[in-house]
């Protein structure tokens, strides 16, 4: 059962379009972690900007990416056990004889 | 049982969902080869659909942080003439921008910003996978499925 709904998901691609949007969700939450901090910080001046003068000034925060990093490292972890699961295990078809005759091992 | 992916170079992985192996083996040299995770995410098309529907976010975000704006700056262009035509006289423009604008503006910023996320990861993605830019990585692997097609397509004809 467990095989034929591998086989299936493999053979029609939706293992790999889901896995590939699961995947870009993840790498999109770590390339987040990059620019979260800046984003933050500017949207904070802007808004130390509008609130009366001698509050204080909004620094630099790199915790603000902390909630992007832990999603996007669940996200690829989930998307790697998957692809494990669905694609694994993988054998190496070579090119072993001088010939060019390949054996699949 | 074993479903073929796309060969490419002097060795070519084949998933094989019957046989309980962790690792391949090459028997002339008598090797162990652990499988490349890079090359699965590859075979298996998971790596270039990821990055094709990054692009694609990435091109969704861009068109709805320019759309507002540009509609926004039309619309008013079109007042400005209305109101030019029925006033007979240049109407009186504000300097600087107004809330709506300001609206408007920082809305189609935080658009960009994530459009520029959606283009990072991307470009990360394939950098790690193929080692080039995301739109060669799609073309290489375009080509690589055509290739395959074109193939298994020979090898069914010529049975």
């Avoid at chain 1, 059962?1 to 770590?30: C, F, P, Q, S, T």
């Avoid at chain 1, 832990?70 to 993988?90: C, D, M, S, T």
């Avoid at chain 2, 090359?39 to 990054?54: C, K, N, T, Y």
């Avoid at chain 2, 759309?67 to 209305?82: E, K, M």
């Amino acid at each position: 059962m467990l095989h034929r709904l591998k086989a299936a998901l493999v053979d029609n691609y939706v293992g790999a379009i889901a896995l590939g949007y699961l995947l870009g969700d993840g790498v999109e939450e770590i390339a987040t972690v990059f620019i979260a901090p800046l984003s933050e910080w500017a949207r904070l001046k802007e808004l130390h900007r509008l609130l009366p003068q001698g509050s204080p000034d909004p620094g630099f925060s790199p915790l603000s990416s902390l909630p992007h990093l832990a999603k996007g490292v669940f996200y690829v972890l989930i998307a790697l056990a998957l692809l494990r699961w669905l694609y694994y295990p993988a054998k190496v078809e070579a090119h072993a004889r001088p010939d060019g005759e390949s054996d699949v091992i | 049982m074993g479903r073929k992916l796309p060969v490419g170079g002097e060795t070519g992985i084949t998933t094989n969902m019957s046989t309980p192996v962790n690792y391949a083996t090459i028997a002339v040299a008598g090797e162990t080869v652990k499988t490349s995770l890079r090359r699965v995410l590859d075979d298996s098309h998971v790596a270039p659909i990821a990055i094709a529907l990054l692009l694609a976010r990435s091109l969704f975000e861009v068109i709805g942080g320019l759309a507002p704006p540009i509609g926004y700056s039309i619309l008013g262009a079109i007042w400005f003439l209305i109101l030019t035509v029925t006033e007979r006289e240049f109407p009186l423009i504000s300097p600087g921008l107004s809330g709506p604008d300001l609206l408007i503006l920082s809305e189609s910023i935080s658009h960009l910003a994530r459009a520029a996320e959606y283009a990072f990861a991307a470009w990360l993605l394939s950098r790690w996978v193929y080692g080039q830019g995301p739109l060669r990585s799609l073309r290489v692997a375009w080509s690589k499925r055509r290739r395959s097609n074109a193939s298994s397509f020979e090898g069914g004809t010529s049975r």
